[in-house]
């Protein structure tokens, strides 16, 4: 009896820890100048606890399956701990301890999950990719939104700030008629918000494909092209290329022409090249100046990358085997500054934009080395499984961007795709 409603509480909990995934919802528990240096509590992070919990108590996680685990997937099991082992030490030279044990705390809880995730039934497993796509959807509506009217509005309760397009800071276009805001969705920035929706429309595409689904299939066509509006409002250009890489790859690996047929992909790719078509005639003027590298606002965003892993790889060359401490990069570089004392100068302070660097900046040369090894073994999955697509499309985000490592809740995408490829 207990163990049958043990079953039905981690089912319960599974399906909100996956919905709330990618959102911000969160009760600050330790404030700070930047975001960055916050710790905070997350409802996905406490659903996840909760369902870890009853999960272990249905009995699903026996002591064979820990039995298993052990002799069958030893080396990734070793490799888990080495990488769980480099982080814990490397809180020892964080410039913020009480972080870094944080961020640490949430690597081994995502390593956990995963464990767990792997060990679903195949119908929960189901369940919970439909959980994260409804989260997603109601982000993409949200975006495309607040793209169409240029409004924005901040809730607390969705972890949402409120955004203008004449806010010093903010993601927007200029262009000769005024400057245009991205949209965000529910996200902190338009480029987490765009490869979150790259990767919506890859999954749901997957699912397309998936003869499990043979009667859902306009479904996931529509959240398919829903998706990919939401990525074109985000401008994020690295998303969209992506995106591109992850279709080819994609095609390439399921050869469309034979699991489809011919009128079936002659119309999805029609209806693909008329959304993209009907919205880069519309906003032409938007698209030249994203891709124009030399006007104003794009001159500044790529020095500041570049400025950004110029720190990132002196932090690494100055403390190469256990880093800066995880999430401690910005405030490292903060407080080695002429700024430092001063709070309105914490925001200058962002983390690489690339997520390798990030990780071998804050974590050291073991912590990255374990990381490329989990990699490793993941896409040698994805091939066997025909997701190389979908790897590829997270290996592009990974060296344009940090947010798959920068965010605390990033670990849990990751190790949850893992999982589940």
């Keep these: 009896m207990l ?3 043990a079953e039905k509480l981690s089912f319960i909990f599974l399906l909100a820890g996956a919905f709330f995934l990618p959102w911000q919802t969160k ?80 690597i081994l809880l995502a390593v956990i999950f995963f464990y767990s995730l792997r060990k679903l039934p195949d119908s929960w497993r189901w369940y919970f990719i439909g ?11 949200i975006g495309l939104f607040q793209f169409y009217t240029q409004i924005s509005f901040v809730s607390s309760w969705l972890g949402m700030a409120v955004h203008h397009a004449g806010d010093l800071g903010a993601a927007v276009i200029e262009t000769a008629d005024g400057r245009w805001l991205r949209a965000y969705g529910a996200s902190d920035h338009p480029n987490v918000f765009g490869g979150l929706m790259a990767l919506g429309a890859l999954i ?14 306009p479904v ?45 992909l002659l119309a999805f790719l029609a209806l693909s090249f008329l959304v993209l078509s ?59 500054s002429i700024d430092y004392g001063r709070p309105g100068y914490a925001w200058k302070y962002q983390p690489a934009h690339d997520y390798w660097l990030l990780v071998a900046a804050e974590g050291g040369l073991i912590f990255v080395g374990a990381w490329l090894f989990i990699w490793l073994m993941v896409y040698k999955k994805s091939r066997e499984h025909r997701l190389f697509g979908l790897l590829a499309a997270v290996l592009f985000l990974s060296l344009f961007d940090h947010w798959l490592f920068s965010l605390p809740l990033s670990v849990f995408w990751l190790l949850s795709l893992f999982a589940l490829i």
């Design 3 to 5: 163990h049958k409603l």
């Design 27 to 106: 009760l600050i528990w330790l404030p700070s100048w930047s975001n960055y240096w916050e710790v905070s509590f997350f409802v996905a992070v406490i659903f996840i606890c909760l369902f870890v919990i009853f999960f272990i108590l249905s009995g699903r996680l026996s002591r064979f399956d820990l039995r298993y685990i052990l002799e069958k997937e030893r080396p990734l099991l070793l490799v888990f701990l080495i990488l769980l082992l480099a982080a814990f030490v490397s809180a020892g030279f964080s410039s913020l301890p009480i972080l870094s044990l944080y961020r640490w705390f949430l």
């Design 131 to 141: 959980a994260i796509l409804l989260s997603l959807l109601v982000q993409a509506l």
């Design 204 to 217: 749901s595409l997957y699912l397309i494909l998936n003869a499990h689904f043979t009667k859902v299939r």
């Design 220 to 264: 996931f066509l529509v959240l398919y092209f829903l998706f990919l509006s939401a990525l074109l409002v985000s401008f994020s250009r690295a998303a969209l290329v992506a995106l591109a890489v992850g279709l080819l790859l994609m095609a390439w690996e399921w050869r469309l022409l034979r699991r489809l047929s011919r009128r079936t």
């Design 278 to 336: 009907l919205f880069a005639w519309q906003y032409s003027d938007l698209f030249s100046a994203r891709a124009n590298l030399n006007n104003r606002l794009e001159t500044m965003s790529l020095n500041e990358r570049a400025e950004f892993n110029q720190r990132a790889w002196r932090d690494f060359r100055g403390h190469p085997f256990f880093g800066v401490g995880l999430g401690a990069s910005t405030f490292f570089d903060y407080s080695h």
